[in-house]
């Protein structure tokens, strides 16, 4: 079985996927960027494990023997699933592989936009740390005492809560209907009503026609005056357009974003600009950790698909 890691690997990871090698399993590592080799090995693929590098019809009708799309990871939006459905192939995700990493990021884009650490790095390498203009003092801040608006209450956010409750945040959400696993921890809100009453704002969505663009200029208007958006969720929920000018403007104090509408992000996008918004590109969920997670859970889906057992996590 002929299987396409489509991603980078390091040094470690490409010496385990050697060692998950074998008996009848030939895993190929294939750079996101690298389209001339994915063409040549999805001829003959029989399995592809997809992280982020958007699957296209195209990509799907280059390869006539795929008989499973993998996801590395939860969200399917980056795959034409329309496409396998018409060549009746599966398409599985792994929900839960990658919950803590993405919660640790998450409160990593926190902190660190309260605090401004990507201005105070770049400060200090410069030889300038000590010499900072002293109303950077007005931007810093702490999670305790602050109120955090979780925007959806899925797992990620849920094992965010009891850490940011321990930090002394008070603990807001929003969901389709309040949730059980939420008593106790945070309280219940409509987004308005979050967005107005949130110093933190964290998105915990899944791409769909219905949250494509929710955090635009109106939501951000509604939010509170110095409050901080956080994103590692899918970039396509906020217009980074209006983002930007909030940011510019002082009218929101930071934000810290791990996701954006293109990627990899645009040179000309203005959101590099902004000493407020702390970036990262699209890693919240990559953790040593995740991929050992990630990796038996697409093995035993490749060993099931040999079997013909039930897969897991199908979604399509």
């Given at each position: 079985m002929r299987v396409i890691f489509h991603y980078d690997a390091g040094p470690a990871l490409a010496r385990r996927l050697s060692e998950a090698s074998g008996d009848g399993l030939d895993i190929s590592v294939c750079p996101a960027a690298d389209d001339?080799?994915?063409?040549?090995?999805?001829?003959?693929?029989?399995?592809?494990?997809h992280v982020l590098r958007p699957l296209s019809a195209t990509?799907?009708?280059?390869?006539?023997?795929?008989?499973?799309?993998?996801?590395?990871?939860?969200?399917?939006?980056?795959?034409?699933l329309d496409a396998a459905r018409t060549r009746d192939i599966p398409v599985c995700n792994m929900p839960g592989t990658n919950t803590r990493a993405v919660a640790e990021m998450t409160l990593a884009l926190m902190l660190a936009a309260l605090r401004r650490l990507s201005a105070f790095d770049r400060a200090t390498r410069e030889?300038?740390?000590?010499?900072?203009?002293?109303?950077?003092?007005?931007?810093?801040?702490?999670?305790?005492?602050?109120?955090?608006?979780?925007?959806?209450?899925?797992?990620?956010?849920q094992a965010l809560a009891p850490v940011l409750k321990a930090l002394?945040?008070?603990?807001?959400?929003?969901?389709?209907?309040?949730?059980?696993?939420?008593e106790g921890l945070a309280e219940w809100r409509t987004l308005p009503v979050l967005l107005e009453e949130s110093d933190i704002v964290s998105?915990?969505?899944?791409?769909?026609?219905e949250t494509v663009g929710m955090i635009d200029a109106a939501a951000l208007a509604r939010m509170k005056p110095g409050a901080v958006l956080v994103n590692t969720a899918r970039g396509s929920l906020v217009d980074e357009a209006a983002l930007a000018v909030a940011l510019?403007?002082?009218?929101?104090?930071?934000?810290?974003?791990?996701?954006?509408?293109?990627?990899?992000?645009?040179?000309?996008?203005?959101?590099?600009?902004?000493?407020?918004a702390v970036l990262a590109p699209h890693v919240a969920w990559l953790?040593?950790?995740?991929?050992?997670r990630s990796l038996d859970v697409a093995l035993d889906n490749c060993r099931?698909?040999?079997a013909g057992e039930p897969l897991r996590f199908r979604v399509a």
């Open positions: 001339a080799r994915f063409r040549e090995l999805m001829t003959d693929a029989d399995v592809l494990w990509d799907i009708a280059a390869a006539p023997g795929l008989r499973l799309i993998q996801k590395i990871g939860v969200g399917v939006n980056t795959i034409d030889g300038a740390g000590w010499k900072l203009d002293s109303a950077m003092q007005d931007c810093l801040g702490e999670i305790g005492g602050r109120v955090v608006g979780l925007v959806g209450y899925g797992a990620v956010p002394g945040a008070r603990l807001l959400y929003t969901a389709r209907a309040p949730r059980r696993e939420a998105l915990h969505l899944p791409e769909t026609a510019a403007s002082g009218r929101l104090a930071a934000a810290g974003l791990d996701v954006f509408a293109r990627e990899p992000v645009a040179p000309g996008n203005p959101l590099l600009g902004l000493d407020n953790t040593m950790d995740t991929i050992e099931r698909l040999v």
